[in-house]
């Protein structure tokens, strides 16, 4: 097994190759880009040329113009062009820097909170030590144990008691006869019919033997009612024992000077959330960078739109046609070559923009997986699994995954299924930074004993019967402090 930090690393190693795979694509579609409007370029020169060689009125002499004047406009967007990538990418690798600098902020934020923690439970620890000295608090916890196993014996017996009512009580329930008296409360003061009513009800309930029947069901709805009153009240009784222990412990604390202890736990937790919180906005920050990024590799941006908007225009104007004609009729060969040069480059042209097209859609898929995958990350933290005590299996095959993921082979989904199956949080002697050593906040105690509003602590040295309320037989609820069930982990929504 490996720690939850060893595997945030791994996400983190992830994020990093696939922003430095985005980079790939956008530098390569910006090559490719550069390339076709050197091509345009070269375009405009032969167009040029063909003019030079062909001018014999004042029409092919203007175009010549026009194309100078729009070649110059073209070259000026295209320099502001590569000033704003520029700027872009320099924004993105400060971006970057960032968010480096965050995650080292936050490595050293959770070393320290974990030097915190562990001055806590060290603490308690002592703390607890000299407690298990007191014979008062002794007493009290013998007490507070017989409590629990008498609400256990009656749990169990309750619950029969209720399945009893269930499975023996559905003879009773699909007799059409014995439901009708039953239902009219036959037998009872509270019976109400006429005389003809009465008199074939009588009837009846002679032939069916109605009278036993109705005790024997009766029963068999009492008893469960009786035993879960009594369950109620034994369950009310431990919850006092309960609390006198964790009142016993809370008092030991307070004199211990835990809570200084807690402060700083507490001091710790707000540092790291806000440095998390920090690298959240600065992770929203280079996703939107990137997506700016994206129109400039896609070749979307509107100055590459207009300055080849304002090339396009001038190839479409009317004497090109002409060049093209009266270059097939000449003898002589030089415009032909030319001719035959705009051919090739329109060929070229077309390659290359099916080129951009596959780098800027590789762009987009792999932008999209690496907002997945941050958003992923997001939650693994949100869900405290590189928590001090989180642990995961198998972590080949996590780093396999992510692999997979990266090249595009699964969902996050999916990734996420496998992490959550993997993770485990240890045994730990506190689950939080409030209450005493013992029962995880928002869990459930024996049989349906619910923990009070303020944090009811399941205080040490005391057993939790397996099986009650039918909790301790899944084998993966541990009750800190010395709370014996034979739990080997469990599982809630966070660690510390």
């Known amino acids: 097994m490996i720690s939850g930090r060893e595997i945030l690393d791994l996400l983190d190693r992830e994020l990093q190759q696939m922003r430095a795979q985005i980079e790939t694509f956008e530098e390569e579609a910006e090559n490719r880009s550069g390339q076709l409007i050197e091509l345009r370029q070269r375009e405009s020169e032969i167009y040029r040329e063909l003019a030079k060689l062909r001018i014999e009125d004042l029409a092919l002499e203007q175009f010549r113009d026009t194309l100078d004047r729009a070649e110059k406009q073209a070259l000026s967007l295209l320099r502001e062009r590569r000033d704003a990538i520029a700027e872009l990418a320099a924004r993105s690798r400060a971006s970057q820097q960032r968010q480096s600098e965050l995650e080292s902020s936050r490595q050293q934020q959770a070393a320290s909170l974990e030097q915190a923690t562990a001055a806590l439970e060290n603490r308690l620890e002592q703390i607890h030590a000299e407690l298990e000295k007191d014979p008062d608090y002794r007493t009290q916890q013998e007490k507070t144990q017989q409590a629990i196993d008498i609400l256990a014996a009656a749990d169990e017996k309750t619950g029969q008691a209720e399945r009893d009512r269930k499975e023996k009580g559905e003879p009773f329930r699909n007799d059409a006869l014995f439901m009708y008296l039953w239902k009219r409360h036959y037998g009872t003061s509270a019976y109400r019919a006429n005389l003809i009513a009465r008199f074939f009800d009588r009837l009846l309930a002679r032939h069916i033997r109605y009278e036993a029947s109705r005790q024997n069901y009766h029963r068999l709805l009492e008893i469960p009612k009786r035993l879960r009153e009594?369950?109620?009240?034994?369950?009310?009784?431990?919850?006092?024992?309960?609390?006198?222990?964790?009142?016993?412990?809370?008092?030991?604390?307070?004199?211990?000077?835990?809570?200084?202890?807690?402060?700083a736990v507490e001091q710790e937790k707000k540092t790291l959330a806000d440095i998390d919180e920090a690298i959240e906005e600065e992770v929203k920050r280079y996703h939107s960078l990137l997506a700016e990024h994206g129109k400039f590799s896609a070749g979307d941006d509107p100055l590459l739109t207009q300055a080849i908007k304002i090339l396009v225009a001038n190839f479409r104007a009317e004497p090109i046609p002409q060049l093209r004609r009266e270059a097939a009729m000449t003898e002589g060969y030089e415009d032909d070559t030319l001719v035959s040069e705009l051919a090739e480059l329109r060929h070229r042209k077309d390659a290359l923009a099916e080129i951009i097209d596959d780098y800027s859609d590789a762009h987009r898929q792999q932008t999209r997986r690496l907002q997945a995958l941050s958003d992923l990350r997001l939650r693994f933290k949100n869900y405290d699994y590189d928590a001090t005590n989180s642990r995961f299996t198998d972590a080949d095959a996590i780093e396999l995954l992510l692999r997979e993921f990266r090249n595009g082979q699964i969902s996050a989904s999916r990734l996420w299924r496998a992490i959550e199956r993997a993770q485990r949080f240890v045994r730990y002697a506190r689950q939080t930074a409030l209450g005493g050593i013992g029962f995880p906040r928002g869990m459930r105690l024996p049989g349906g004993l619910g923990l009070p509003r303020g944090g009811l602590r399941f205080p040490r040295g005391v057993r939790f019967p397996g099986g009650l309320g039918g909790l301790g037989r899944s084998g993966g609820i541990p009750f800190p402090g010395g709370v014996a069930n034979g739990g080997d982990g469990f599982r809630t929504g966070g660690g510390f």
Do not use: F, N, P, V
């Not at 109620?232 to 835990?258: F, N, T, V, W, Y």
């Open 230 to 263: 009594h369950t109620d009240k034994l369950k009310k009784e431990a919850e006092r024992e309960i609390a006198r222990l964790s009142e016993m412990e809370a008092a030991a604390e307070k004199a211990g000077g835990i809570a200084q202890y807690e402060e």
